[in-house]
């Protein structure tokens, strides 16, 4: 079992930069890739950002590119999303999401297999 807890959002100006972090519980961090969604009210989850268990690999959504980065510290069981120069189109919900390394990184969030309860996005013009 992982359980995964979001920190990190808040209300924040256009242009301003957030930092969200997920901290997972359990020994098998390092064996998972991670990934953040995030959802609009009445929109579908989409894929925000992933990385490899190792770090190396990492594949982040047309949207947010350029702007979001996703890092992480397998010696603190924490993921990391870099938010930069932030639009009111990137307001939602923000979800850490996990499944096992040796399934790769997966833009479908149906092929996660644990999430964290969300963290709250919203920027202001």
């Known amino acids: 079992q992982v359980q995964l807890v979001e920190s990190g959002g808040g209300l924040v100006q256009v242009g301003e930069s957030l930092r969200l972090s997920c901290a997972a519980s359990?020994?098998?961090?390092?064996?998972?890739?991670m990934a953040w969604f995030r959802q609009a009210l009445g929109k579908e989850r989409e894929f925000v950002a992933a990385i490899s268990w190792n770090g190396i690999s990492t594949s982040v959504a047309d949207s947010v590119k350029g702007r979001f980065t996703i890092s992480r510290e397998n010696a603190k069981n924490t993921v990391y999303l870099q938010m930069n120069s932030l639009k009111p189109e990137d307001t939602g919900v923000y979800y850490c999401a996990a499944r096992p390394a040796y399934r790769g990184a997966s833009t479908y969030f149906t092929e996660y297999d644990y999430w964290g309860q969300g963290t709250q996005v919203t920027v202001s013009s």
């Open positions: 359990g020994r098998t961090f390092s064996s998972r890739t």
